[in-house]
């Protein structure tokens, strides 16, 4: 398979680092192509702005989705966005791995979906093509995340509730809009402070996980 | 009251900038004090990082939990950053505007959260201090925002799940974990394609709440 891999940590000495390394490896063994977004490593841009348009549908007024809607009809979408619609395009599958702050992507994950999760691209609601028939039906995505509360925590009666229905918000209302077909999440809760061997054990997991792909 | 406004529009001339500009009036004739901060017009840096931290805990590996740990008690965080907290510290109520992207905030305004909502300032986890004992408790805020997608959509039985389900982790795992007391949500639905009449009607219903405060 073509694989995307779009990482979201902003140190590669941490868990998650070893977590990504893991899957490099895991994934070329397994004879997959591998491409990366290393969002910390190529500062990516994570605010949607008008700096975005290198041609701009009006002027004196920003309407972001109008802009990204021609944007990609006149392909004069900032080159960033573009090489992006390009690794998005060219993958079977997309791999998201993040930590999980506030419940939710960091920011620089939700502004490459602000910003390449374009209307005409992914979905084209005029006609009608979202969700079943939408623009990017075909391909599978995974969440790979870490979390720093427990899995108490964020269990269904926790005291921040189910994590995989606040990630629901991603897998359903973001991905799967877009036609793409969602695997269960890969979940490591408590990493914050976990010890050395449940590290371990965690990574291998993770490797059970990638090798069954 | 004190309120501080946290906005996350790019353009002042949209939909979105009406409903702030009536806020404003709104907020000012009922005699509340109010500070603003205009995330686009400041070009809010969006993306926590290691330059958000003056002194360092540690050069070698760069954890954010433990430098925003560090960097609040020896009170060396970036100015950017101390200068939300203070407002934050100064208000009484939080109002946060917004555009739902992607079901969500827009990357901006999730890295004011990621990067101003700082252990040691909103909770403190090695003492309990969250939620109903969280740091900020005594504040209230609410969210106000617009949606492209119609009520339909985003009710209970739609397609893309009930909006105020996907809001509560906003609502309750990043206001409430920290004390905040949080008032029901003020949401324009369709605001995509809607008449300037709905509009119109729409910006006086926001007035009404905003006096009822």
Redesign the interface.
Known sequence: MKILYVYAH??S??FNGALKDAAMVTLARKGHQVKVTNL?AIQFK?????HDFRIRARQ??????HEQIHGIATKSLAPDIMEEIEKVSWADMIIFQFPV????????L??W??RV?IQGFVVDLQEGR??DRGLLKGKSAMLAVTT?ASEEMYSPGG???DLR??L???M???LE?TGISVLPPFIVFGA?DMSREKGSREIDRYRNVLESL
Request: hydrophobic share 45%; charged share 15%.
């Open positions: 902003p140190e000495k941490s910390y994570a605010v949607l702005d008008a004196d007024l920003f309407n972001p989705a702050w506030w419940s939710n992507m960091p920011a620089i939700k502004g979906f602000d999760f979202v969700y720093g005291i921040h509730g229905q606040h629901s918000v991603i359903h209302n973001t809009f914050a």
